[in-house]
């Protein structure tokens, strides 16, 4: 281990850390190594809540326990039920227009800023693009471009994170998505952040820190399975209505959907053969599915009326 470029990988995270340590914090946190070592390094400079989010007894609730225990912070937990997560997803994937699959790994992150005490939102976003942390960069036969995924991930967060925290009046601090900690980070080839368990660098910064051996080298969970969010939102969709809809042509048929897809997207899969738009529509139970589809035909309507005009 080259201890002086371990030094410096620290260095630029805890000066990220400290630069948006200006007020107490909300830490969205899940007792992985991204979130715990933020908010063991943002203790040094400021007041600080911890906000874990997950169904009871799953796997985020108690290693964030565990974690806030070993770093001597206290932590809120909110724990959601069935009902909790459908309402709060339908609510999240029509205000963000987000696919089911973002909504099941962002639902955490939007409670956690719906009851964030103060006014400034931190989370551990961007550490595994940034260091390599996905497992299927160490499945992959060649190493994926780190870079291009930061840039990529970059591009989404103020659509979707950084709407979140302006959602709820918040301020967003993702420290590992500062041009220090990114340019900081190229020390090391992709191959050496990645290594045999991922963010190898991050994991060997964070023990250098000071941050307990226990936490820097958790294994990663995502976060739609470590809360078990993801497990009730596919259990949740058990009704599903299809449509075949004629127009009279094919430029008609695209042009309807593309005018419906912003509204529907999430909840209805849509796509145009020839001149017919086929839809599939999902709801929890049949009384939201004739709620979900009587909603769809509505903007099909509506959309039809403004292109005849």
Known sequence: MNKKNITKIGGALDYSVKEDCKRDITISFSGGIDSTLIGFLAKKYTNIELIAVGVKGSHDLEAAKSAAKLINLDLTIKEINKSDIISEALILQKKLKLTQFEVGFMLPFWIAAKNAKHSIL??????????????????????????????????????????????????????????????????????????????????????????????????????????GIQKVLKKSIKCEINFEIPFESNKIAISIKKATDPENDGWVESFVEKNVMKAKVKATNMGSLREAAEDFMACISVAENILKK
Do not use: W
Request: with cysteine; charged share 35%.
């Open 122 to 227: 931190m989370c551990g976003q961007g550490a595994d693009e940034v260091f390599g942390g996905y497992a299927r960069f160490r499945e992959a036969k060649n190493y994926p471009d780190l870079d291009k995924e930061t840039k990529a991930l970059l591009k989404i967060i103020p659509k979707r994170e950084s709407k979140i925290a302006e959602m709820f009046g918040l301020e967003l601090s993702c420290p590992y998505l500062t041009k220090e900690v990114i340019e900081t980070s190229k020390i090391y080839t992709q191959e050496q952040h990645i290594g045999l368990k991922g963010k190898e660098k991050l994991r060997e910064a964070a023990i250098d820190l000071g941050l307990p051996a226990e936490i820097a080298n958790r294994k990663k969970k995502a976060a739609q399975y470590g809360s």
